[in-house]
């Protein structure tokens, strides 16, 4: 009988998040991984750098200590809804918790924090710097072709975001197209003033901006709208001016990353040997900092469905069926919490006198109570 050979078990395209918390499941549970990427780490990338309670509980599952990146210094407790104007007024509603909502991180931090644990462990060969060319079928395997050679492996993992679709085309049916939307960002320091523990909302034409504080002196400022809102807020010193005053602060910007227009794209695999993870299965549209919490859940997910493969007690078609079914049962409560804040945000925009009435505490636990409702995990309730 004719034996397939492999280079490894699993071959994962895609370093960052979710590549590498796929990468650690797996080895943990005693399969061999190549992991590979094109970029040197750390990157800059386009993020809204918020991170939730879900995403700590995920960095335990890896083997990662939380305290590294959450700590008293870059908590959040809530969101504040600003409507700047150039007269040097602004209009704010204030939705916060005495408890913490999350954390502002930085993606950079959180991608090598993932990517130290991944080199820790014995089962993952890391290729950075390693382009994946191409993708073919050879036998029961898969063969990738990379810019150092090739690797053949039993199961393949793609999450390199939004070019997966051009890596494996003939393999991904696309089940949402993507959105006009693009995502700019940008990091502010600090330079006189004091910045809010609160995640600050302001709503504009054609988008929206999102300050994360990351520490007391930094904080990430994300643009997310129409290509037209994007080039018209590019320019440093009216932006400057316009976070200046929505904030009470004064702030220098540099630039962190651009991101394409592929936010609430969604693809699936139609092969039972190739899973998608992070930003290559669904893009999220950044409103409420879930992002990099949802790249950490569908590594560990489709890591663990794989690893059960390879111990035989699922096929590879169940395996990918039950991956996809846990993913959807993760990801609905971020697409409505997602679409319920910039909701928020657009009704505040048109009609702010509606929030009058309300103070910060009432709003605060409506929002939390609007978490609950939305999300359908537990795991989201406070550590």
């Known amino acids: 009988m004719k034996v397939d050979r492999y280079s490894c078990d699993v ?7 979710a590549g590498s918390a796929a990468a650690i499941t797996l080895a943990q549970l005693g399969a061999t991984v190549t992991l590979l990427d094109r970029t040197i780490f750390p990157r800059q990338k386009s993020c809204g ?17 939380p305290s590294r990146c959450a700590r008293d210094d870059n908590q959040f407790f809530g969101y504040r809804f600003v409507l700047p104007s150039f007269r040097a007024k602004k209009r704010e509603f204030l939705a916060q918790t005495p408890l913490c909502r999350g954390w502002g991180i930085s993606r950079s931090a959180l991608d090598t924090l993932v990517i130290e644990r991944a080199r820790e462990l014995s089962g993952i060969e890391l290729r950075l710097g390693v382009d994946a060319l191409s993708v073919a079928r050879e036998g029961n395997n898969w063969c990738v072709q990379t810019s150092r050679g090739s690797v053949k492996a039993k199961f393949l993992v793609v999450a390199n975001g939004a ?7 003939e393999y991904i049916q696309t089940h949402k197209a993507p959105s006009a939307r693009v995502g700019y960002t940008l990091l502010a320091k600090l330079i006189q003033g004091e910045l809010p523990k609160l995640v600050t909302l302001i709503p504009l034409r054609d ?7 990351l520490s007391a002196d930094t904080a990430n400022v994300s643009l997310v709208g129409k290509p ?4 018209a807020y590019r320019g440093r010193e009216e932006l400057t001016t316009l976070l200046n005053t929505a904030l009470n602060v004064e702030l220098s910007l540099s630039r962190r990353g651009f991101g394409g227009s592929h936010f609430e794209a969604r693809h699936k695999s139609i092969h039972p040997q190739l899973f998608l993870v992070g930003d290559a299965i669904e893009s ?6 879930m992002g990099m919490t949802h790249a950490l859940s569908s590594g560990i997910s489709a890591g663990s469905h794989i690893a059960s493969t390879l111990r035989g007690s699922l096929t590879p078609t169940s395996a990918l069926s039950e991956y996809e079914y846990s993913h959807e049962y993760a990801a609905r409560g971020v697409r409505r919490y997602s679409t319920s804040i910039r909701r ?26 609007l978490e609950k409702l939305t999300f359908p995990l537990r795991e989201l309730e406070p550590l």
């Open 163 to 169: 070019s997966s679709s051009s890596l494996c085309r």
């Open 11 to 17: 071959m994962i395209v895609g370093a960052s998040l």
């Open 284 to 289: 999220f549209d950044p409103a409420c900092g």
């Open 344 to 369: 928020l945000l657009k009704l505040y925009q048109t009609s702010p006198s509606l929030f009058t009435p309300l103070s910060g505490a009432v709003a605060g636990r409506a929002v939390a109570l």
């Open 207 to 213: 988008g929206e901006i999102y300050i994360t504080t």
């Open 49 to 65: 750098e918020g991170f939730s309670h879900l995403g700590v509980k995920h960095l335990r599952l890896l083997g990662v200590e």
């Open 228 to 231: 037209s809102f994007i080039q």
